[in-house]
């Protein structure tokens, strides 16, 4: 899953740059340095072809939740602004240029003239508008809702004429430009279907069902066709390659389609890989590098595998449910911060590196990833493996004796047990999964382990109310942001991802610290201060422990060399990821 509500990859706050105002011609060209490859290599046409293990759940853009949706592929990284991943500076992108209020609260943008959807209707002001209306309606239920508001007070986007955009924010944001980074999605066919019908009408729209010609995108790809749990095929939006171009001025993407096939597992992900029946992979195990690298030695894979390349900018993690009205004891004990602790004591990190990810891998102890370094508190509490420590904290809660099954129970010989859930098919969580339970055993912790589909793992996460259909779950989140690196979606208590508790509001008031720190950091543009308030976030973190951070495996790119453009070593990471798919384009 991804971690929306607008924690991508930035690095620069909009404070710095108030009263500036950058100018360029109506196309975007794409700078050549973003590419390893040189203009002169460049070949036009060909399927680049990809893999999920999961299927999909939706193409509408204002229902999808989960990391890698088809309508973020689509529209890729359209949006009025976006960073150039060799300097982390923001620069325009659909808007020419812009100007910031001397007191920081407004950005007015002029949108480059001639956008066109994939349908042929241009891209103007009216789509932003009627975007973020919609993506603002509480009834819609978008996961990216709470990133238009800060502290309660929307973000307001006003249109002040047909190519003038005005962004108003009520108060100072850190992530002002990450905010108007969001797609456009057309008004001409979302807007009269909301006019008409509200919120339930949107939901109605762009389900699996819909007709590929019915959808319409602003970015590089439009759908060409979906076979459920076989493969999505994206065809080349030739409106995009008017507006964007490279340094030879050809229009972009080179690809003429980017398929996805839907596989069953990771294995099954590798075995395309290394039958080089997909282009790009990300291998997280040692098993898996050495699978990749023996085929390229050997000479059966004509491939490049780049080692270490960083850490991931992603998190796996275990979550348990605070809202399960129909089972007081869990609720009481999945909200005691002692047993979440005490899980965390039974969660052996370093196995999971060592046995997940082959020693190729990195722990986490709170929800800032390692590769965003700057933001990482040195001195956050740790509950690091500890069985005893862990037995001693649930002793503390009454479960001093074990049953005939020799698994604790209180006074009134109420068990620990509970079921952990997580999706099918990700052998990596799979097996994190069972190192947990095997741990918990150990001390007499019963813990049923339950891998489920992806969707009905994730429509459980995202279900809301006092009595959640789930007792705890291994999932991911990925993303991150080095002007911010808390999710908007994440820390508030409202936030559609505030995935412990989905009551609406804050239970512990170490929740409403979090709530009003978050608050804090993300209006103060002093990047020396709002790193200090991410430290307390942290340390508030460690005090609640809402989620049990467990570790991650390196980033290790491959790729098929039947495809170029990759990016440079320099900027390869997972932070920038290993290519523009834009500037991607098939060798032979």
């Known amino acids: 899953m991804r971690k ?60 999808a939740a989960e990391a890698g949706n088809i309508p973020a592929t689509m529209c890729a990284n359209a949006g009025l602004v ?67 508001f800060i502290d309660g007070k929307p973000i307001v986007v006003k249109k002040i004429d047909d190519y003038t955009l005005r962004i108003s924010y009520p108060k100072t944001d850190a992530e002002a430009f990450s905010v108007a980074s969001f797609c ?38 439009v759908l060409e066709s979906y076979t459920q749990g076989e493969r999505v095929v994206l065809k080349r939006n030739p409106f995009f390659g008017e507006w964007n171009k490279d340094e030879a001025g050809n229009p972009l993407p080179y690809l003429d389609r980017y398929e996805i096939r839907i596989v069953k597992d990771t294995n099954a992900q590798l075995a ?53 009205a129909s089972d007081p004891f869990k609720q009481s004990l999945f909200r005691s911060d002692k047993f979440r602790k005490a899980m965390s004591h039974l969660i052996n990190r370093q196995a999971v590196i060592d046995l997940v990810y082959g020693g190729l891998g990195t722990p986490m102890y709170s929800s800032v990833y390692p590769v965003l370094t700057q933001w990482l508190n040195p001195k956050v509490p740790k509950y690091e493996y500890d069985p005893k420590q862990a037995v001693k904290l649930l002793g503390e809660l009454g479960f001093t004796r074990k049953d005939k099954e020799g698994y604790l129970v209180n006074s009134k010989g109420q068990r620990i047990e509970f079921t952990l859930a997580t999706n099918a098919g990700n052998a990596q969580r799979e097996q994190i999964a069972k190192l947990f339970v095997d741990e918990a055993k150990k001390v007499g912790v019963k813990v049923n382990f339950t891998p489920i589909d992806f969707n009905t793992l994730v429509g459980q996460l995202l279900s809301s109310g ?89 980033y290790h790119p ?30 032979k």
């Not at 949107?202 to 995108?217: C, D, Y």
């Not at 208590?493 to 804090?520: F, I, V």
């Open 558 to 587: 491959a790729w098929n060399n039947r495809i170029g453009g990759e990016h440079p070593d320099a900027i390869l990471s997972s932070i920038w990821g290993q290519r523009e798919l834009e500037m991607t384009f098939i060798k």
């Open 466 to 554: 006092p009595d959640r259909p789930f007792d705890a779950i291994l999932i991911g989140l990925t993303g991150g942001g080095l002007d911010w690196p808390f999710g908007s979606n994440v820390v508030p208590c409202k936030g559609n991802l505030h995935m412990w508790n989905k009551s609406g509001q804050c239970l512990d008031p170490r929740e409403t610290q979090l709530d009003a720190l978050y608050s804090r950091g993300r209006t103060e543009l002093d990047f020396q201060k709002r790193q200090q308030i991410g430290y307390q976030m942290q340390e508030a973190e460690a005090q609640l422990v809402p989620v049990l951070y467990i570790a991650g495996p390196n």
């Open 82 to 148: 976006r960073r150039d991943p060799t300097t982390g500076d923001w620069i325009p992108y659909m808007a020419e240029s812009w100007t910031v209020s001397p007191n920081k609260l407004d950005i007015t943008f002029k949108i480059r003239k001639g956008l066109k959807f994939s349908d042929g209707k241009p891209i103007t002001a009216d789509d932003w508008v009627m975007t973020w209306r919609i993506h603002t309606d509480e009834k819609v239920g978008s996961n990216s809702r709470d990133s238009f």
């Open 4 to 63: 929306v509500g607008k924690m991508a990859i930035w690095l620069v706050a909009a404070g710095a740059l108030a009263g500036v105002s950058f100018a360029q011609a109506q196309a975007f060209v794409w700078p050549q340095k973003w590419s390893a490859a040189k203009l002169s290599e460049v070949k036009r046409g060909g399927t680049l072809r990809a893999s999920s293990i999961s299927d999909f759940r939706t193409f509408n853009p204002f229902l």
């Open 184 to 221: 456009p999605w057309p008004a001409h066919v979302f807007g009269p279907v909301y006019q008409k019908d509200g919120a339930e009408g949107i939901k109605k729209m762009w389900t699996l069902s819909e007709k590929p010609e019915n959808i319409v995108s602003p970015g590089p790809w």
């Open 272 to 324: 395309a890989f290394l039958a080089a029946e997909i282009d790009v992979y990300a291998p997280a195990t040692v098993d898996q590098i050495s699978q990749v690298r023996q085929a390229i030695q050997q000479g059966r894979l004509d491939a490049t595998i780049k080692v270490n390349a960083s850490p991931v900018a992603s998190s796996q993690f275990v979550v348990f449910n605070w809202n399960k």
